[in-house]
């Protein structure tokens, strides 16, 4: 173009009224979580981290991106509501501007939720129900899982997190490797996470030759633990493991462990992994005692890169450092936003599979990663941490070769 053509277009360009810059159309991601009781210091970190990932993507997704917090428990219950998680799912069913669901913390509420989601087609990113029955044939699972979560035959129902079916076998692979354990008190709470958990755990204790002395159903509602403790003690283990968490009984366990001065190593997964087991056990407790607790996942701590760079985000923020439960909550929104600018249009069957077609993802926190045909997340590690002076401190990491 002559630069006389060239001033003439601009002109003509000039002349021209500016175009109105068109308003994104609105889209909403819900959450459904435990809001309050002891869980609640757990998913403040994945409500603060969800609300980071929506404004880290909020320049590259086509969409105004509005965010719910449902509550999943009442104060009646004090802890997971079923119908409450049932009526959440439901209300994100019922508006339309909903693409996504956040959750549910537990494998109890994703029970509920899952195939009510499924039959809208409704995508859910959970960042910790770990039941392998969800999403698999698994030991312990029923046998229509995980097929009634899926009504609408399509998976709907995604997990960041690792499953169970990883962490019970690699505790017990820590407990004879590391921790040398000849013999172990195999102790769950009678529900479904624990119960799971403890199944695990057992199983390939007994392949790895290490000698189970006891196994039984102890949860807050049940045996007496200062009676139990006795009988551990008798028992003589080398190691006692409690598939359970803090609001069913892990406590409780320890301090009575402590009091008959049973002096073996007590071994507890992710479900213990808070600050509200630290309190109601007592930091000073926890100090003369051998307690170890597994995360499900990388603990923030071992993080590096983008993961680390999170971490330090979060910390400055919010003026403490997050609990891995927020790490997975940011992964989980983080997948849920990819696909909707993936996706492109408002849609949820495009966002599901848009979230199903996930693989080799590195846009979040925990590295490069995809989800399987299950919708299970390919990384399955677990990391062992332990209790000084009221916090934990990581001290392996398991299942990343």
């Given at each position: 173009?002559?630069?006389?053509?060239?001033?003439?277009?601009?002109?003509?360009?000039?002349?021209?009224?500016?175009?109105?810059?068109?308003?994104?159309?609105?889209?909403?991601?819900?959450?459904?979580?435990?809001?309050?009781?002891?869980?609640?210091?757990?998913?403040?970190?994945?409500?603060?981290?969800?609300?980071?990932?929506?404004?880290?993507?909020?320049?590259?997704?086509?969409?105004?991106?509005?965010?719910?917090?449902?509550?999943?428990?009442?104060?009646?219950?004090?802890?997971?509501?079923?119908?409450?998680?049932k009526a959440n799912a439901e209300k994100a069913v019922a508006d339309k501007d909903v693409m996504a669901v956040i959750g549910p913390f537990s494998s109890g509420a994703a029970r509920v939720s899952a195939p009510i989601l499924n039959r809208a087609g409704l995508a859910q990113v959970t960042p910790s129900a770990s039941w392998p029955g969800l999403t698999k044939s698994a030991p312990g699972a029923d046998a229509d899982e995980p097929g009634r979560y899926r009504p609408g035959k399509e998976v709907t129902f995604f997990r960041v997190c690792p499953h169970d079916a990883s962490q019970g076998p690699l505790s017990a692979d820590f407990a004879a490797n590391d921790l040398k354990a000849k013999s172990v008190y195999v102790l769950n709470d009678k529900e479904l996470y624990g119960a799971s958990l403890a199944c695990?755990?057992?199983?390939?204790?007994?392949?790895?030759?290490?000698?189970?002395?006891?196994?039984?159903?102890?949860?807050?509602?049940?045996?007496?633990?200062?009676?139990?403790?006795?009988?551990?003690?008798?028992?003589?283990?080398?190691?006692?493991?409690?598939?359970?968490?803090?609001?069913?009984?892990?406590?409780?366990?320890?301090?009575?462990?402590?009091?008959?001065?049973?002096?073996?190593?007590?071994?507890?997964?992710?479900?213990?992994?808070?600050?509200?087991?630290?309190?109601?056990?007592?930091?000073?407790?926890?100090?003369?005692?051998?307690?170890?607790?597994?995360?499900?996942?990388?603990?923030?701590?071992?993080?590096?890169?983008?993961?680390?760079?999170?971490?330090?985000?979060?910390?400055?923020?919010?003026?403490?450092?997050?609990?891995?439960?927020?790490?997975?909550?940011?992964?989980?929104?983080?997948?849920?936003?990819?696909?909707?600018?993936?996706?492109?249009?408002?849609?949820?069957?495009?966002v599901r599979k848009a979230v199903a077609a996930t693989k080799d993802f590195d846009k979040g926190v925990l590295g490069t990663w995809g989800f399987d045909a299950d919708g299970d997340t390919t990384l399955q590690p677990l990391t062992v941490a332990t209790v000084e002076k009221g916090t934990f401190r990581a001290v392996k990491v398991l299942g990343t070769e």
């Open positions: 173009m002559n630069r006389r053509a060239f001033l003439a277009a601009a002109v003509a360009s000039s002349a021209a009224p500016l175009l109105a810059v068109q308003p994104k159309d609105k889209v909403k991601l819900v959450s459904s979580l435990p809001r309050i009781g002891s869980a609640k210091g757990q998913t403040d970190g994945i409500v603060n981290a969800i609300k980071m990932a929506i404004a880290d993507f909020e320049k590259v997704v086509p969409f105004a991106v509005g965010y719910e917090d449902l509550d999943d428990t009442t104060p009646q219950q004090g802890t997971l509501d079923p119908e409450q998680a695990g755990f057992k199983k390939r204790c007994e392949a790895l030759k290490v000698k189970v002395v006891g196994d039984e159903g102890a949860g807050a509602r049940g045996t007496g633990f200062q009676t139990l403790a006795e009988r551990i003690k008798t028992a003589n283990p080398d190691l006692v493991y409690f598939g359970g968490t803090s609001q069913t009984g892990a406590p409780r366990l320890a301090r009575a462990l402590h009091a008959e001065k049973v002096n073996c190593p007590l071994l507890l997964p992710d479900g213990c992994y808070e600050q509200a087991f630290v309190e109601a056990v007592g930091a000073d407790v926890l100090d003369e005692m051998k307690v170890f607790v597994t995360i499900g996942g990388i603990a923030p701590a071992h993080l590096k890169g983008a993961g680390a760079a999170f971490v330090k985000r979060y910390t400055a923020k919010y003026g403490k450092a997050p609990e891995a439960a927020a790490v997975y909550g940011y992964e989980a929104a983080a997948v849920v936003l990819e696909a909707l600018r993936t996706a492109g249009k408002k849609d949820r069957e495009a």
